[in-house]
């Protein structure tokens, strides 16, 4: 039996942490809102100086920003609400930034219509821990070698980076409450008013994985944002924020449902397709407009025609 692997193992820090065991401890130092807005200024800066190019300024679009769940909860606990704010002095700034670099004759074009912000936890981390991974294109799957973590432990405050893999994002925890998104506003004026909004709903995360070749080793990844979704296969001709397509002939279209119940906080789902393993077990099939209702817990498996898997997580 192979033992757990830690979080600084699986993405190459762990020697690093080890030689840093021996060295006394800072004082304790809990992260401040004050802290994490310029912490994610700095790596936007960062970005522009990574990704710019041929007089093209290019940056992130999705910030990811980690902490250990203690200082997660004290966040949502204590000041509730200061996320969003964090999110608008942030953006605020971007545009500034961004306005010099256009004054100096640069050209500034987004990668995205949208700015992205998530707040997450991971069980790793140590009080006062902080992390940051950027994404140029919001919720895309991008190349192992374009992803990058960068993380600054409270025990010497330097930062650390080491290039990981999507399957490393399994290890963190993603709320709904933790999540905004902003436009991106061509004219780079932010408007305080409108801009800043956090989805109104993530229910679930579903990750799909198909046979065909050119997804070979890559997960499909959909957020369940409405009370229902529905899956469905290559032939689906609809592009509804409602439908999760996944690009395959080996399920149906539709296939199934999935919906939730929000006085319960429970997921459930009802097939259509010819085929569907929940957990092992075999789903009835059901009609469209008469479906036979099934709990589905969360971290749940579904087999689709015996190939195509998708997993359930809580968002």
Known sequence: MKPNTSFWQR??????FLKKESEPLLADHSITPDDVYKYIVEKFEESIGHLSFAGRVVFYHEYIIGFNPDDY???????????????????????????????QGKHVEPSSSKWVFRFVSHPDYSRGDKSFIGKLMPGSQQKEE????TFIPRQTGIAQTADISNEILKGFNFYSEGYYEVPFRQDLFYDGDKSVHTAPSLFARFEAIIPEKEYSGKKIEFFMERNEVTISGKEEASTASD???????????????????????????????????????????????NPVWIELPYNSKLVLNGIVGINIYKS
């Open 146 to 149: 374009n992803l990058r973590v």
């Open 11 to 16: 993405i190459g820090l762990h020697e690093w």
């Open 73 to 103: 909860k004290d966040f949502m606990d204590n000041k509730k609400g200061i996320f969003g704010l964090i999110v608008q002095e942030s953006v605020k700034k971007f545009y500034e930034i961004l306005k010099n670099y256009k004054s």
């Open 243 to 289: 439908i999760f397509k996944i690009p395959t002939e080996w399920i149906n279209s539709p296939h199934l449902k999935i919906r939730y119940d929000k006085n319960e906080g429970k997921l459930s789902v009802a097939s259509f397709g010819e085929k569907t393993l929940v957990n092992e077990k075999e789903l009835k099939e059901s009609a469209e407009n």
